[in-house]
């Protein structure tokens, strides 16, 4: 069981450039949502989805977007990275929102 | 937005039960206390989630006063594999799961 799979675990770009990390999970979860956690930092909600079709803001959601055009699938959209955007990307999900959340390995992305 | 408040930091010994204290005074009246814990480089891992009064697992109790205004996290007899960061959780405005800053426990031999 793959749980919630999170694509590339690594990468570095330039300022202006845009590129999707990709989070995938074969529970049949509900809810999913991304975060980002900086050095030394707790977790901040980036944006989050209660259902396909369904996508809502989180604390920080400027320049991300997402969409959530299947149950396994939640890809997050860096627009025109910035190097304040450098950080580590987590993906979760839960069957019920409220429930237990599963996390994948994170991503780490470098902006320069 | 609704917030919670943790200790930033705590030291503790190899053996020892250690208690950390989360303050949510805003929390809705349907919604869960949950515990993470989080190792470097990895995401958060669920510990122990409950409504009120007491939860046990085998990893973990969870003591809840009746005002539900904050939660208690009980590690029995801790060991060196438990320095790690713990979060307290809680539905935020109905849907929102936010985390707090977490506690750094420092486990010593």
């Known amino acids: 069981n793959a749980g919630v799979t999170q694509t590339p675990k690594f990468q570095v770009l330039k300022t202006g450039q845009s590129m999707t990390l990709q989070c995938a999970q074969d529970m049949n979860h509900e809810y999913m949502s991304w975060y980002r956690q900086d050095p030394g930092m707790g977790l901040r909600l980036i944006h989050y989805?209660?259902?396909?079709?369904?996508?809502d803001q989180g604390e920080v959601p400027n320049g991300y977007n997402v969409s959530r055009s299947t149950t396994e699938d939640f890809p997050l959209r860096l627009l025109s990275a910035a190097p304040s955007q450098t950080s580590v990307y987590f993906c979760?999900?839960?069957?019920?929102?409220?429930?237990?959340?599963?996390f994948g390995e994170g991503s780490r992305l470098t902006v320069l | 937005l609704a917030k919670t408040t943790q200790p930033i930091s705590m030291d503790s010994y190899e053996g020892q039960e250690v208690n950390i204290t989360c303050s949510h005074n805003n929390i809705a009246t349907n919604d869960y206390i949950t515990w993470y814990q989080q190792f470097p480089s990895q995401g958060p891992r669920f510990i122990i989630q409950g409504y009120k009064t007491k939860v046990t697992n085998e990893v973990a109790s969870l003591f809840i006063p009746a005002d539900r205004k904050s939660s208690t996290l009980s590690l029995p007899r801790v060991s060196l594999s438990d320095t790690a960061v713990y979060y307290c959780?809680?539905?935020?405005?109905?849907?929102?799961?936010?985390f707090g800053g977490g506690t750094r426990l420092m486990v010593k031999p």
């Open positions: 959780l809680f539905n935020n405005a109905g849907n929102m799961l936010t």
């Open positions: 979760a999900s839960s069957r019920p929102q409220g429930g237990e959340l599963f």
């Open positions: 989805s209660v259902g396909a079709g369904i996508t």
